[in-house]
């Protein structure tokens, strides 16, 4: 052979070979990312998932890539939001926003690992066997709302002992409504109050709900832990100030925007353990081996300026308590 062409061949040699070592490298792992809210609201929630992703090694566009499907409070298009995620497939379906978004991503798939959010208890729920080893291919987190409704109820009791009426607003299509109702109704009945329940599926019947509560003369008036009364975060506070009727939220973002009292637990943070759990799977953890956790501890949050101007005065003992009062 001469010089010339044993050039030429291993020039070609050097070219083909690198793009043929690309051709051979697995493709990046996709996560499916469900979610009952809108990009809009979970804007902070998905900084914290995209945290816990980084601190395994997992970057977004670099090492993963996520496909994204939001419902945008439209609870009946969870289903085929699933399924869609589900065909692409996906290596691991995070599915956030309640337990209705967990049964939708369930019902579509037996295999693909699932790491998801409640509000409430996910044993009872039936996603999983048992918090400590939850079997199966799903695993996530808790918030635990429902299990803090008497909570709740009694710090709304601390701020207004006389008050007689209690309002409870839920959302009739989240199925999660039926047992913190229940919760509630219990609470209330151990304080000696009386609960009035209004429910809201839009902007105009959250309107129509609190016309209800002056109606009824409500003293106060707890909002139920539904992903679509976060969405509507500033029109709840707007109105409850407008109706100056004492409210009580699940998340501090209320409190932040202005609305009265917050008690729940720290949802960023949350987040981040599911953007970890989604990153151990996809090194090979089995969902069914990582405990469902759930918060260790809720947060209160009380916004003073909004206290005054309702006239009201907050009692030190719950001042104390306070993790962080807003002035």
């Known amino acids: 052979m001469r010089r010339r062409d044993f050039g030429s061949l291993v020039c070609g040699a050097a070219i083909v070979l690198p793009r043929s070592l690309r051709a051979q490298q697995p493709a990046r792992p996709e996560i499916g990312f469900l979610s009952s809210r809108s990009a809009t609201v979970d804007a902070t929630l998905l900084t914290a998932f995209h945290k816990g992703l980084a601190g395994l090694g997992f970057v977004e566009g670099r090492d993963v890539t996520i496909a994204y499907r939001w419902a945008e409070g439209q609870y009946d298009q969870l289903p085929a939001l699933a399924a869609e995620l589900v065909a692409r497939p996906v290596a691991v ?7 209705v978004a967990a049964r939708a991503a369930k019902a579509a798939t037996q295999s693909i690992p699932i790491v998801f959010t409640t509000a409430g208890d996910p044993v009872a729920a039936g996603l999983v066997e048992s918090l ?3 079997g199966g291919n799903l695993t996530g987190i808790t918030a635990s709302f ?8 009694e710090l709304l009791h601390e701020l207004l002992p006389q008050a007689s009426t209690i309002g409870f607003l839920v959302n009739p299509a989240n199925p999660a409504a039926i047992s913190e109702s229940d919760e509630i109704r219990v609470a209330a009945g151990t304080l000696g109050q009386r609960i009035e329940i ?9 309107e129509v709900a609190f016309d209800r509560l002056k109606a009824v003369r409500a003293d106060s008036l707890l909002v139920a832990a539904d992903p679509f009364f976060f969405a509507r975060a500033n029109q709840l506070v707007a109105v409850a100030a ?5 409210t009580l939220y ?3 973002e209320f409190a932040d925007a202005g609305g009265l009292i917050s008690y729940g637990s720290n949802f960023p943070e949350l987040f981040r353990v599911v953007g970890q759990y989604a990153g151990q799977i996809l090194r090979g953890t089995r969902p069914g081996d990582l405990p469902v956790q759930r918060p260790s501890r809720f ?8 206290a005054s101007a309702l006239g009201l005065t907050i009692p030190s003992i719950l001042t ?8």
């Open 93 to 99: 379906l995070v599915s956030t926003g309640g337990t």
């Open 132 to 134: 400590a080893r939850p």
């Open 146 to 153: 429902i299990e803090a409704a008497a909570k709740r109820m």
């Open 198 to 206: 209004v429910s809201a599926m839009n902007a105009r019947e959250i």
């Open 242 to 246: 407008r109706q100056a009727i004492p």
């Open 250 to 252: 699940f998340r501090r």
């Open 299 to 306: 947060k209160l949050v009380i916004n003073l300026r909004t």
């Open 320 to 327: 104390a308590r306070a993790d962080a009062v807003i002035e």
